[in-house]
């Protein structure tokens, strides 16, 4: 069954809503954008992000709630370059989890070991925050990045995208653009974001993860579905899903089974559900089948 017919309520902090998605998702389904808040870490003195505390336990009622098996966390902005947040809460969480570092240019070899031996098996780049900086940092790591069979996670704003797509397209890495690329979502299809987007999918080394589109707060739900529908059907096998979890960056708390329900509207088959839930979100970010 892919839809539940009698959603069980449970209370999730962080979290609008009580009532689990009506979809049911397929076993070993993965939330691949996700972050834990913990005072035991130290917050970076340039830090713009200072959420309250979102801990593994208060995690693990979203997953329980969805029906979610493996998890992605994502390194904070909060805390710099300091992963030992993420890589504590991998190593907690066991095989089901994977993690997305932060890391700057100078990082050493021995430090890249340590973090695939954690479970790290990426490196996230703030465009929207830091700019060109972030982006040369990104191409000067890319090659150690290809030699581990890591890839490059970019935030980057939609206005950002267009200019910096043929330097993404010749990184010898894989590239996942966050949260649908920042697209403008009343803009539809005919945005130059979008078309950089689907452009940069066919390449066969990009990917998007449908995440955090309540972001943009002028969205409609209409236009968020023609967004999300028209990227799986132009490349269902290159897309992954993301709750975003604790929403660090939202003015209200989002709803995460309508978030995940998306996927019902986006992908309207069980299969293609499947594959962005399950066999996507595992060979990009490394789980064994």
């Not at 021995?110 to 098996?121: F, H, P, Q, S, W």
């Amino acid at each position: 069954m892919s839809v539940r017919e009698a959603p069980q309520p449970g209370v999730v902090p962080f979290s609008a809503g009580a009532a689990a998605p009506r979809l049911e998702p397929p076993a070993l389904a993965c939330d691949c954008h996700m972050h834990v808040y913990s005072p035991r870490y130290a917050v970076a003195a340039d830090a713009a992000l200072k959420p309250p505390a979102a801990a593994l336990s208060d995690y693990g009622s979203l997953r329980r709630r969805l029906g979610t098996t493996r998890n992605v966390f994502v390194q904070p902005s909060t805390y710099g370059y300091d992963n030992a947040g993420v890589l504590d809460a991998i190593a907690r969480s066991g095989n089901v989890a994977r993690g997305i570092g932060v890391v700057g240019s100078g990082v050493s070899h021995t430090r890249m070991n340590e973090l695939d031996a954690g479970g790290i098996v990426g490196l996230r780049f703030n465009l929207v925050r830091s700019g060109e900086a972030a982006l040369n940092d990104a191409v000067s790591l890319a090659p150690a990045l290809a030699e581990r069979g890591w890839h490059l996670e970019i935030h980057v704003g939609a206005e950002q995208l267009p200019e910096i797509a043929p330097t993404l397209a010749r990184l010898p890495c894989d590239v996942a653009i966050d949260h649908f690329g920042r697209l403008r979502f009343n803009e539809g299809t005919s945005q130059p974001a979008f078309r950089t987007l689907c452009a940069l999918l066919d390449n066969g080394r990009s990917w998007v993860k449908l995440s955090a589109a309540y972001l943009d707060t002028e969205a409609t739900r209409d236009s968020i579905v023609r967004i999300g529908r028209a990227l799986v059907e132009h490349r269902a096998d290159r897309l992954v899903w993301g709750s975003d979890w604790p929403h660090p960056a939202a003015k209200s708390l989002p709803d995460d089974a309508e978030q995940l329900d998306h996927l019902l509207e986006w992908a309207r088959d069980e299969a293609t559900r499947h594959r962005i839930l399950v066999d996507n979100a595992a060979r990009l970010y490394r789980f064994q089948p």
